[in-house]
């Protein structure tokens, strides 16, 4: 019988986040070729302080596959020319493999491809809709809402939004397990928001928020959402259409694609009706010193030479991440973080920052007495990256009483080894600092 | 754990971040500035009598990592009793030394006690945790107003 209950609780937990507390300990195992995947990392092969790289710093940033760095080599050494203009053989088929790159990096949100805007990545993106679509909307007596769990990326935006147009800024506080208040936020919901602003997955505290409630709270008092998909896209399947958001971010460089390229999700109407966020060329239909017309969507909002480079790599990475299944991806790095949460869990003078019940691979913790800068130079000596520091959520670190707090995070190519390989470097750090 | 990590954590330094010395607003002070490292989120601030140009008291308040907190340890011993014009000496030799600029056995007859903090110029990550106390006791100094920083 006790086989039966966990079983069946695997299976819950491979449908939903983290239900970590019913796992037996053994080493996860993902339903795609692990070895075969770490391979096709080459950055996973090297050595760092004379020992096999440990990449944990996932959240920061993802290592790449051959298959993407191939796509952006071939681009610039057989395909390189500049799009929408030419008529010559390689501007159309940039063009091409810049439109195809649309279609798939669309097809991964589950939008059409003219509803996806390439950007250079979050911050950029959450700066276009708050200049371009929240600041005409909004004055003295609006509110705008975001979370307490906000990367300073969601948090700075605003607060300019705020010096320029008066409206009021509201955060939504997190309880102590790292969970977003829903009580708190639904009465600070009313009539006067117009925008909600939330992070789907913490950087910090690996809290999976109910993005999809959350929205539909939203659209009820009339406000529009935004949702911060940095540390989910790649990591959890997204459907924009199923999650009902206006808008929707993330960014290549954390879904095993390139930096400088990021794309913003939103319906084909709001594009419309939104003013362009940068002038200049491609994004216009006619010029004359009198007057400028506006190219159609999404065009209106890429001015300039585009990252061509960036979006067909970016394409490249997230066709890998569909060839594993990101559902599979999903429930590995979940088997994983419950791998790694039970053996933290197992190490004396541990505090873990933020036990959401509803949870991903970002995992944050304090050793006591020792702080999180000398935790992280002695794993670096042990060839581990992990990420220490405030995590670019100050408010969070202070909501947790923490200066700052070191950080594993987990990707698709992560291994038990590695986990057990991080929990002997902690516990050699006890050692060290004389805190068994 | 190998010999650059023992030579970064000296047991000098393991045991004033353990047990930091003058960790406290002394009673009469006439200087004081805080420090951060943006990177990071260490803070602290130091707090001194300036007598006639002459440190006659001097503590430190915040929260850092072992580096950082014995250095501001090692700091306030090490500068009581100096005037304004030796602390910049002293300051810039310990610099040198922990940005890798001297010669460690030469740097040790010049900075005392100091010396201990040799190793962090194997780690130039962490050399701003080495001196954020020293950037902020000059401004103290200095009498700048605001938060200086490391960045």
């Known amino acids: ?436 | 754990m190998n010999e650059a990590l023992r030579d970064l954590y000296q047991e000098v330094i393991m045991d004033h971040s353990r047990k930091p010395r003058n960790f406290r607003i002394p009673e009469h002070t006439n200087r004081s500035a805080e420090g951060m490292n943006p990177l990071c989120g260490d803070h602290i601030s130091v707090h001194l009598h300036l007598k006639e140009h002459h440190i006659d008291e001097i503590g430190f308040q915040g929260a850092g990592c072992a580096i950082c907190t014995a250095s501001a340890s090692l700091m306030t011993e090490t500068v009581r009793g100096l005037d304004e014009a030796d602390v910049q000496i002293l300051f810039d030799k310990f610099h040198d030394l922990v940005t890798g600029h001297s010669d460690p056995l030469e740097a040790a007859e010049q900075v005392g006690k100091l010396a201990v903090f040799a190793g962090v110029s194997e780690f130039p990550i962490r050399v701003k945790c080495a001196t954020l106390a020293w950037h902020t006791l000059r401004a103290a100094l200095a009498g700048r107003e605001g938060a200086v920083s490391t960045e």
């Open chain 1, 1 to 436: 019988m006790a086989g039966a209950i966990r079983i069946r609780n695997r299976k819950v937990m491979h449908q939903v986040h983290g239900m970590n507390t019913s796992l037996p300990k053994v080493a996860p195992k993902p339903q795609y070729d692990l070895a075969r995947v770490r391979q096709d990392f080459p950055i996973l092969s090297s050595k760092v302080r004379d020992q096999p790289l440990v990449y944990l710093d996932n959240a920061a940033t993802t290592q790449k596959p051959q298959s993407m760095l191939d796509a952006v080599a071939r681009y610039y050494s057989a395909e390189n020319s500049n799009v929408h203009r030419g008529v010559h053989y390689l501007s159309v088929l940039a063009t091409q493999r810049y439109e195809d790159a649309r279609k798939t990096v669309a097809r991964f949100l589950g939008a059409a491809p003219q509803e996806l805007v390439f950007v250079r990545g979050v911050t950029e993106a959450i700066n276009m809709i708050a200049q371009s679509f929240v600041r005409p909307r909004v004055g003295p007596g609006d509110e705008i809402l975001i979370s307490e769990m906000e990367h300073h990326s969601n948090i700075v935006p605003w607060q300019m939004i705020r010096e320029q147009t008066g409206a009021t800024l509201r955060v939504a506080p997190v309880n102590d397990r790292g969970e977003l208040r829903m009580d708190a936020f639904t009465e600070l919901l009313s009539e006067r928001t117009r925008i909600v602003s939330v992070v789907h997955i913490s950087n910090v505290t690996g809290t999976v928020n109910p993005v999809a409630e959350i929205t539909r709270l939203a659209h009820e008092v009339g406000a529009h959402v935004l949702l911060d998909g940095a540390q989910a896209a790649a990591h959890t399947p997204v459907n924009v259409k199923e999650l009902g958001c206006d808008f929707y971010v993330f960014s290549g460089h954390k879904t095993y694609g390139p930096t400088g390229i990021g794309a913003i999700y939103a319906p084909f109407a709001l594009w419309e009706e939104m003013p362009p966020y940068h002038g200049g060329g491609d994004m216009i239909r006619l010029v004359t010193f009198e007057r400028t017309t506006y190219n159609e969507p999404p065009y209106k909002f890429e001015a300039g030479t585009p990252n061509i480079a960036g979006a067909i790599g970016l394409a490249a990475a997230l066709e890998y991440v569909e060839a594993l299944g990101t559902l599979q991806v999903m429930r590995y790095e979940d088997e994983l973080t419950s791998y790694l949460l039970d053996g933290l869990r197992s190490l004396p003078g541990i505090r873990i920052i933020g036990e959401a019940e509803q949870r991903a691979g970002a995992v944050s913790f304090v050793l006591d007495s020792i702080h999180p800068h000398d935790v992280g130079t002695l794993l670096d000596q042990e060839g581990i990256a992990v990420r220490t520091g405030h995590h670019c959520a100050q408010p969070l670190m202070k909501r947790f009483g923490v200066p700052a707090t070191t950080r594993a995070s987990i990707g698709l190519y992560n291994t038990a080894e590695e986990i057990d390989r991080l929990l002997d470097g902690l516990t050699k750090v006890q050692e060290f600092f004389g805190h068994e």
